[in-house]
């Protein structure tokens, strides 16, 4: 089992940057692919990125495309989501999450996620 805990958010204005992270506890960090899922209020809880246990592999929703970059680092048991050039539209609690999946696992389905942070707060103003 494995606690995360995340934190970076707070308020920017747009086109502004934030980089976020998330804390696992244990020894056993690298055995789970890692995600960051978005939930804004009232809307359904969005895919943001993931990346695989090594970090060989990053994923991304065309939405932070381009913008968002998925991180680990195994041997501080971290996983960060720089964020550049927000706009106001990235506002959301942000969650970061641990999956066991490690094939042909889709990356951006919050069913696949074993563990959750309680997320962080980033709001985005004009």
């Known amino acids: 089992q494995v606690q995360l805990g995340e934190s970076g958010g707070g308020l920017v204005q747009a086109g502004g940057s934030l980089r976020l992270s998330c804390a696992a506890s244990?020894?056993?960090?690298?055995?789970?692919?890692m995600g960051w899922f978005r939930q804004a209020p009232g809307k359904e809880r969005e895919f943001v990125a993931a990346?695989?246990?090594?970090?060989?592999?990053?994923y991304y929703a065309d939405s932070v495309k381009g913008r968002f970059t998925i991180s680990r680092d195994n041997a501080k048991n971290t996983v960060y989501l720089q964020m550049n050039s927000l706009k106001p539209e990235d506002t959301a609690v942000y969650y970061c999450?641990?999956?066991?999946?490690?094939?042909?696992?889709?990356?951006?389905?919050?069913?696949?996620?074993?563990?959750w942070g309680q997320g962080t707060q980033v709001t985005v103003s004009p």
């Open positions: 990346i695989t246990r090594s970090g060989g592999g990053t």
């Open positions: 244990g020894r056993t960090f690298s055995t789970y692919a």
């Open positions: 999450a641990a999956s066991l999946c490690n094939v042909y696992c889709s990356r951006t389905h919050p069913g696949e996620y074993d563990y």
